[in-house]
């Protein structure tokens, strides 16, 4: 069979779903066992329990999507910067796939990563709670019948900054999709305010991070069927957010996503090169 052909591109999804489910609630059930042991200490000091099962949760999407699976492989090309700061940083990523959260988890087990995200998520079974048990952070939307489109609701977006303030300040990173959706051609999007403001009004540092390929192993135009294929995670170096205004910094960090991107092997020319992109501080 031609391995992208409709029948090996089901059983390769079946093989994914059946290693992603089995070890997410293998690992779901580890991880509540651990909270009701310690207990006393989340309600002592949330961050010290999040720090274990945090990295209990990636490192199930990591053993299962990108160690038992075959289909995918992620390189990390550079590492975490080798300072160890008492406070978090902002991650970055650019959005190009389904199977990014997957990449996150690879950097994840490494470091703790608090992750916003829609909370449509709550839909899968279990999810609502394990991701509050380690400590990634639900948006909730509303229905805007007159735009006809889901909108942040206002009380939930403070909620949440003031939860990565707590959390940055734990020590504990933030991690977050600055261009707000999964880009339509690959090209890196513009991107949304909210979390340049939040460094420049606490001094956050922002971590800029480039994923590449990764739609090859979730193709956009695919909601069920996976594909196959290695992508790259490119870790660049931290911007200091210190007189900067939120524009500077917003077009400073795109500017280094875009050059991490142009630095990974699957760079596409063609398709992702943005002009003038590289121009914009």
Same mark, same amino acid.
């Given at each position: 069979? =031609?391995?992208?052909?409709?029948?090996?591109?089901?059983?390769?999804?079946? #093989?994914?779903?059946?290693? *992603?489910?089995?070890?997410? %609630?293998?690992?779901?059930?580890?991880?509540?066992?651990?909270?009701?042991?310690?207990?006393?200490?989340?309600?002592?000091?949330?961050?010290?329990?999040?720090?274990? *099962?945090?990295?209990?949760?990636?490192?199930?999407?990591?053993?299962?999507?990108?160690?038992?699976?075959?289909?995918?492989?992620?390189?990390?090309?550079?590492?975490?910067?080798?300072?160890?700061?008492?406070?978090?940083?902002?991650?970055?990523?650019?959005?190009?796939?389904?199977?990014?959260?997957?990449?996150?988890?690879?950097?994840?087990?490494?470091?703790?990563?608090?992750?916003?995200?829609?909370?449509? =998520?709550?839909?899968?079974? *279990?999810?609502?709670?394990?991701?509050?048990?380690?400590?990634?952070?639900?948006?909730?939307?509303?229905?805007?019948?007159?735009? @006809?489109? &889901?909108?942040?609701?206002?009380?939930? =977006?403070?909620?949440?900054?003031?939860?990565? &303030?707590?959390?940055? @300040?734990?020590?504990?990173?933030?991690?977050?999709?600055?261009?707000?959706?999964?880009?339509? @051609?690959?090209?890196?999007?513009? %991107? /949304?305010?909210?979390?340049?403001? %939040?460094?420049?009004?606490? @001094?956050?540092?922002?971590?800029?991070?480039?994923?590449?390929?990764?739609?090859?192993?979730?193709?956009?135009?695919? /909601? =069920?069927?996976?594909?196959?294929?290695?992508?790259?995670?490119?870790?660049?170096?931290?911007?200091?957010?210190?007189?900067?205004?939120?524009?500077?910094?917003?077009?400073? *960090?795109?500017?280094?996503?875009?050059?991490?991107?142009? #630095?990974?092997?699957?760079? &596409?020319?063609?398709? #992702?090169?943005?002009?003038?992109?590289?121009?914009?501080?």
């Amino acid at each position: 069979m =031609v391995r992208n052909s409709k029948p090996v591109r089901i059983l390769r999804s079946l #093989q994914f779903y059946f290693l *992603t489910l089995s070890v997410y %609630f293998s690992t779901a059930a580890l991880i509540v066992l651990y909270v009701i042991v310690v207990f006393p200490l989340l309600l002592w000091d949330k961050a010290i329990v999040y720090r274990v *099962t945090n990295r209990l949760l990636f490192a199930s999407f990591k053993f299962s999507a990108l160690f038992l699976n075959y289909a995918w492989r992620v390189v990390i090309l550079n590492d975490f910067p080798k300072d160890r700061k008492q406070r978090g940083r902002v991650i970055m990523f650019n959005h190009l796939s389904a199977s990014d959260p997957f990449l996150v988890a690879a950097l994840g087990v490494r470091e703790p990563i608090i992750c916003t995200y829609k909370d449509a =998520v709550h839909k899968l079974p *279990t999810s609502k709670l394990i991701l509050r048990l380690t400590g990634h952070l639900a948006i909730h939307f509303k229905y805007d019948k007159a735009n @006809d489109k &889901k909108i942040p609701l206002k009380e939930s =977006v403070i909620s949440v900054m003031e939860k990565c &303030k707590w959390s940055v @300040d734990k020590g504990l990173n933030i991690g977050v999709y600055p261009e707000g959706r999964r880009s339509r @051609d690959g090209k890196l999007g513009e %991107f /949304k305010d909210g979390f340049f403001r %939040f460094a420049v009004e606490n @001094d956050v540092e922002i971590l800029p991070c480039a994923l590449s390929n990764s739609d090859r192993l979730w193709p956009l135009d695919s /909601k =069920v069927l996976v594909g196959e294929g290695v992508a790259y995670v490119n870790i660049g170096k931290p911007i200091k957010p210190q007189g900067k205004t939120i524009e500077e910094l917003k077009a400073e *960090t795109r500017s280094a996503i875009y050059e991490l991107m142009k #630095q990974c092997p699957s760079f &596409k020319p063609e398709t #992702q090169t943005v002009t003038g992109l590289s121009d914009e501080k």
